[in-house]
């Protein structure tokens, strides 16, 4: 029998109830029940995890997002909110028995004010478009997820998602200066402010990355940035990857901020060259993309400077791209890197931990090692500048065990970041894809603090539940809590 | 350097606190004691639990224990060529970096290199239940769990103690400028709104006594290049002058009236309330002495959707922050709840009810 929520029994006539009650309320288009409406919502960008949600509802304005919310909770009804659907990390994965809130309508871009270099956007508002409507004012929004034609606005604050100029232009919460959400219980909300702070706890750093949990997203107030007068890209090939690591540090410790600093490994070079013709030299062990923006000066004195550093550091060929063209192309290479990964292989696994950089060349050595024991290749692509690592696990799901052996291999290199002080998640999040791996980064009562910040916003749980954060219980059954001498931390504490 | 971890000492003392239902007023350097309502409560003294834990240049962060004072950490970051890139405001010799995370503080380069909270990375806490937790970390992209670190900036201390931070920290510019023309305070707010949509390294920019200044800062070409575009004449040492007005020493800021952090949009023009004003991060942090009752000043500032705090000179137990709409209020209960579930820290220092 299905349940809308433990210990709350339900059955046909509840979900009947339900759907007819959400058609009260919005208009017939806006409430979907037929299983073809509903598949195109049963996966997010992290399509091994799949659920039909029992109703998708497609709210237009914020007063009916708080109807929804309030009847909802006053039948104790979970609700997911889903952006694009781009998340990696099956955040916005639905509940079988619970609503499945789309904010797809809500896409305009409701202001752009250049005076004060900010934005007002609807959540549905594609995070590329943003930058396109601000151009006219020499202004763009910085933060650029990979996905970022197809990615959401409302879905980057709760991502709090990055991109390729973190190091120095910082994540979606360092971009953001106001939100309107509505919680669980239908209080519309304002968090942050058109001024560069606001009053009270600084909430606006909470929603940034809650992934869904805390509050509805439904307008977003981002900062505007001026567009730098030049950017300008450096391509370097290492016979060594450690060497190419080293130089990473080099060009920082020469007091440089590149505004992009990636890194590819061979493998990943390979796959890439194939697919998008980048011109990557194929012999490198390694590659290293260093972008540079700024003023036309300071520019040409970086680039002056970090090609005397990338040949001091062993490079064995450094280009520099030669016109916009070339630059777009360098940089074709390094973002096609996933898709032309899955053109070599059945399937792959794409991790995102984080590790302090001086650690790339011992992490890198034992993500080696491990692929020869487990008889998977691995393509590694590195945000170098920010320590932040997607070593790609190629593997076939239809042979057998696999996948099984693939996870396993993953879940030991996300347990060796987070031993040399790193995180299991730079940008992708948490969502049902890293639950178990929350129990290796964090004790019980730091688990059980993240719970009470939840219920702070939803008292009744009923906002995305069974994410981001596990259960003590779910731990225990992990096996990965910090065990000590065989007994668990604070035995005396309730699990849920 | 000394350098000492007393957070056993510290939890001990919170234990007992919880104990005796008796409230603790944590206290650092005491540099920032004027800011926020007044607190009563047994001293919970962080001033011993100092040091710097990590700085590993290459990696752009570091770690530090809450009661280092911040001039140490200056120091070590200058000796690496490096800084903490908001500029805090000390407000004192003792000012710790626990304090200056704790009250949220930024100087003149937030507007356009970010604020303390944006670069906090992590942080090692003290909650009311006397629990030693961790969140963040030290890498510059985390995005596991909820960002309880950057929760804590300027929460004063309401939601639990810090006991470490680690924060990214930026290379020194290699060069810097700053030019200063005579303007109208209107003239000056449009000049330094115009700012914000060019590609310029400007990191500071204020209106003061009849004059707009504007730091530049980045590479030694780029600095000479913006100066030509930008015009205006050149202050040799002008250290002094941005230190001044960091640090609230200018003789504006020993006026016998209260003062007043008025935040707006930066491109609002002039407000008419009656006062002296300076104007810092590029107009959007208006500094305002005046005698004017707060109820008014905060209602003409209302209109242009910013907020005041009462900075210093008023009395030390009414509505110095902006009050809080009731929903959000309701949310910071729960939150000061489910950090400090028996209300035993820094009891009303931003709200009579937190």
Redesign the interface.
Known sequence: MPVFKDGLPCNRDAHEDLIRKLRELLPPEAVLTDKEDLRPFECDGLSVYRRLPLVVVLPETIAQVQAIMRFCHALQVPVVARGAGTGLSGGALPLSDGVLLSLAKFKRILHI??????ATLQPGVRNLAISDAAAA???YYAPDPSSQIACTIGGNVA??S?GVH??KY??T??NILMLKVV?MEG?????G???????????L??M???EGM?AVIVEVTVK?L????RAQVLLAAFDDVYKAGEAV?AI??A???PAGLEMMDKVAIHASEDYAHAGYPRDAEAILLCELD?????V???IMKVREILHQGGATEVRTAANEAERQLFWKGRKSAFPAVGRISPDYYCMDG?????QLPHVLRQISLWSEEYGLPVANVF?AG???LHPLILFDANKEGELVRTEEFGQRILQLCVEV??????????GME?INQ?CI???A??LI??H??????D?AGLLNPGK??PTLQRCAEFGAMHVHHGQLPHAELERF | MLERDISETLQQQVHNAVVNGAPLKIEGGNSKTFLGRETHGEILDVSGHRGIVEHDPRELVLTARSGTPLKEIEAALAEAGQMLAFEPPHFGDNATLGGTIACGLSGPRRPFCGSARDFVLGCKLLNGKGEILRFGGQVIKNVAGYDVSRLMVGAYGTLGVLLEISLKVLPRPAASHTLIQECTQAEAISKMSRLLSQPMPVDAACYHAGHCYVRLSGSEQAVKHAHEHLGGEVIEKSEPFWHALREHHLPFFGSANPLYRVMVKPAVPPLEIAGEWLLDWGGAQRWLVSDEPVAVIRERVATVGGHVTQFRGSENNGEIFQPLAAPVLVIHQRLKASFDPHGIFNRGRIYANL
């Not at chain 1, 004010?113 to 900010?118: I, Q, S, T, V």
């Not at chain 1, 001026?226 to 007068?229: D, F, Y």
């Not at chain 1, 700024?294 to 300071?298: C, F, I, L, P, V």
């Not at chain 1, 984080?354 to 001086?358: E, G, K, L, M, N």
């Open positions: 004010d250049p005076e004060n270099a900010m004012y020499g202004l991502e709090n990055g973190c190091l910082g994540l919460v360092h919680t209080e519309l909300l304002t968090i402010a058109e001024t560069l702070d606001s009053p009270g706890y600084d909430l750093a909470l940034a990355g809650s805390l505007l001026a567009k730098p007068e540090g920082i410790a007091g440089i901020i700024g003023t036309n000066a300071e040409s004195e970086h984080t590790i302090p950089r001086r945000h920010d320590g932040n002080g790193g995180s299991i998640t730079g940008e992708h999040g948490v890293k929350m980064q964090f004790k009562p730091e603090q993240f009470a910040v939840k219920a702070a916003f008292p981001a954060v």
